[in-house]
Structures are given as structure tokens and as C-alpha cells.
């Protein structure tokens, strides 16, 4: 096998939650590219049915399923639909998130478990169900989305940090216990991206973020879906329990944003 066909991704079955907008539909979009079948799943049909479109538009076949991954029967209700229309599912992408800024004295008990439960239960939930069918084939990826803030503490975003760094730790506890049945798991780590929810936000703080960064540009969604094919590749055989830190030369060091 070339180096090229490495990259390739031809007929896997390929799952990417949020894959309505954003970086989910970049990962979706470039999975197609790459050969695969894609499975959208959102909570928004229209969203998730225009990704499908576009998929279909690029040769390879679309499954939209909406459904809220934070609530198990939906989950299950969505990989028994992904496993009913393909038959196999060899890729999940953990991709759904979000949060919002608070300071750390206003965060409500409500608030901090609704940020958790977003942005590390759907983790929890997605994976687990699509374990089964991976380790029935004995084989299978997982790329979950983390993200910069994960790997430092940010003023602001205590809520969104600590589950995002949940998630690289439960990244790296998945890799171990599921290796020995050929699923690799890895975790990608976003630094600032322009996306339609986070654009007003960035531009607000557009100068403070430049200066943390050495590329001097916001990433895009096409800048993580790049990293999320390369380590849902046969060329990342021998990668698991990593993050990836696709961020621009974010500087740790500073910590205005």
C-alpha cells in the first residue's frame, strides 16, 4: 500500500456527531472526500440533511439521522439506524460541544452539568454504543474532539475546560482498554476556529487571540478535519490514545484568552 492509499478512507462507514455545521460538517465532508460513507447526526434535520446532500454530491453515500446524543435511547436509536443501512460502523467522530462564557462564581450547578453533559457524557454515551459493533468486528476508530482550553486552565470557561480535559483523559483511558481488539482511539485538540457559533465571539476578541497564536489566522473547520482523516487512516495504524494539538502554534504561555 502507497503512502496515498494510506490517507484513504474508501467505503468505511464513518459517524460524526454535529455534523450539521461547523467543524462536524468539515470532518464529514472531508471523510467523503476521502472515500467514506457518512452517517450526520445532529439534533437539527435541515442542517444534517444539507451535509448529506453534499456528501451524496461528492460520490459517497449520506445517512442524516437527528437525534440528541446526550439522551442514551437516541444514541442507540442512531447506531441501530447507521448498523440497519450499512451493516458496519468503523469510524465514530465525537464531535459535539459547546459552551459559553461565565465567570467562575456564576457558573449555576445547572449550568456546570449541562456543559459536562455536552460536551463529555456524549462522549461517554456515543462510544459505548458504537463499541459494540467495533468490538464485534474487531476493528474500529474513535476521534474525539477536545479542545485547546482543554489543556489549560482558562479564566472564564472553567465549566468547558474541565470537560474538554475530561475528554483527553477518557481518550486515553479508552485507547488502553480497547486495543487489544484493533480500535484505536484519539483525541483532537482545536485551538480558536472560526465556526457560524463561535465567529461574533472571536471577532470581539480577535486581537487578544492573534497575539497567543504564531500562524496569525483563525483556524477552520478544514484545518481539523484534515487531522481527523489522517487519524481515521490506515497512516495513524500505529497512533492511539494521542491528541493532536491543531492550533496555530497556540502559546500556552499566555493566557488572555
Same mark, same amino acid.
Not at 470532518?27 to 452517517?39: D, K, N, Q, S, T
Not at 444514541?75 to 448498523?83: A, C, E, H, I
Not at 493532536?244 to 502559546?251: A, H, N, R, V
Given at each position: 500500500?502507497?503512502?496515498?492509499?494510506?490517507?484513504?478512507?474508501?467505503?468505511?462507514?464513518?459517524?460524526?456527531?454535529?455534523?450539521?455545521?461547523?467543524?462536524?460538517?468539515?470532518?464529514?465532508?472531508?471523510?467523503?472526500?476521502?472515500?467514506?460513507?457518512?452517517?450526520?447526526?445532529?439534533?437539527?434535520?435541515?442542517?444534517?440533511?444539507?451535509?448529506?446532500?453534499?456528501?451524496?454530491?461528492?460520490?459517497?453515500?449520506?445517512?442524516?439521522?437527528?437525534?440528541?446524543?446526550?439522551?442514551?435511547?437516541?444514541?442507540?436509536?442512531?447506531?441501530?439506524?447507521?448498523?440497519?443501512?450499512?451493516?458496519? =460502523?468503523?469510524?465514530?467522530?465525537?464531535?459535539?460541544?459547546?459552551?459559553?462564557?461565565?465567570?467562575?462564581?456564576?457558573?449555576?450547578?445547572?449550568?456546570?452539568?449541562?456543559?459536562?453533559?455536552?460536551?463529555?457524557?456524549?462522549?461517554?454515551?456515543?462510544?459505548?454504543?458504537?463499541?459494540?459493533?467495533?468490538?464485534?468486528?474487531?476493528?474500529?476508530?474513535?476521534?474525539?474532539?477536545?479542545?485547546?482550553?482543554?489543556?489549560?486552565?482558562?479564566?472564564?470557561?472553567?465549566?468547558?475546560?474541565?470537560?474538554?480535559?475530561?475528554? =483527553?483523559?477518557?481518550?486515553?483511558?479508552?485507547?488502553?482498554?480497547?486495543?487489544?481488539?484493533? =480500535?484505536?482511539?484519539?483525541?483532537?485538540?482545536?485551538?480558536?476556529?472560526?465556526?457560524?457559533?463561535?465567529?461574533?465571539?472571536?471577532?470581539?476578541?480577535?486581537?487578544?487571540?492573534?497575539?497567543?497564536?504564531? =500562524?496569525?489566522?483563525?483556524?477552520?473547520?478544514?484545518?481539523?478535519?484534515?487531522?481527523?482523516?489522517?487519524?481515521?487512516?490506515?497512516?495513524?495504524?500505529?497512533?492511539?490514545?494521542?491528541?493532536?494539538?491543531?492550533?496555530?502554534?497556540?502559546?500556552?504561555?499566555?493566557?488572555?484568552?
Amino acid at each position: 500500500m502507497t503512502i496515498l492509499h494510506k490517507f484513504q478512507l474508501t467505503d468505511k462507514v464513518a459517524v460524526v456527531t454535529g455534523a450539521g455545521r461547523g467543524i462536524g460538517k468539515g470532518i464529514a465532508l472531508a471523510f467523503a472526500e476521502a472515500g467514506a460513507h457518512v452517517v450526520a447526526v445532529a439534533r437539527t434535520l435541515e442542517e444534517i440533511e444539507t451535509t448529506a446532500s453534499e456528501v451524496r454530491a461528492l460520490g459517497r453515500k449520506a445517512l442524516p439521522v437527528p437525534a440528541d446524543v446526550r439522551d442514551r435511547q437516541q444514541v442507540q436509536g442512531m447506531v441501530d439506524k447507521t448498523l440497519a443501512e450499512f451493516g458496519q =460502523i468503523d469510524i465514530l467522530v465525537n464531535n459535539v460541544g459547546g459552551a459559553f462564557p461565565a465567570h467562575f462564581m456564576e457558573i449555576s450547578e445547572r449550568a456546570w452539568d449541562g456543559v459536562l453533559r455536552q460536551n463529555l457524557k456524549t462522549c461517554f454515551l456515543c462510544s459505548q454504543a458504537v463499541l459494540k459493533a467495533m468490538i464485534e468486528q474487531q476493528k474500529g476508530c474513535i476521534v474525539n474532539i477536545s479542545s485547546g482550553v482543554g489543556r489549560i486552565g482558562t479564566a472564564g470557561l472553567a465549566h468547558y475546560g474541565a470537560a474538554k480535559a475530561a475528554v =483527553i483523559n477518557l481518550t486515553k483511558a479508552m485507547a488502553e482498554e480497547f486495543a487489544r481488539y484493533n =480500535i484505536r482511539v484519539n483525541c483532537i485538540a482545536p485551538g480558536p476556529v472560526a465556526t457560524e457559533s463561535a465567529s461574533d465571539v472571536m471577532e470581539k476578541r480577535k486581537d487578544a487571540i492573534m497575539s497567543t497564536l504564531l =500562524i496569525k489566522r483563525f483556524g477552520t473547520p478544514q484545518d481539523i478535519a484534515s487531522a481527523a482523516v489522517y487519524l481515521a487512516s490506515d497512516a495513524a495504524a500505529w497512533v492511539t490514545g494521542k491528541t493532536l494539538e491543531i492550533d496555530g502554534g497556540l502559546l500556552f504561555a499566555a493566557r488572555q484568552i
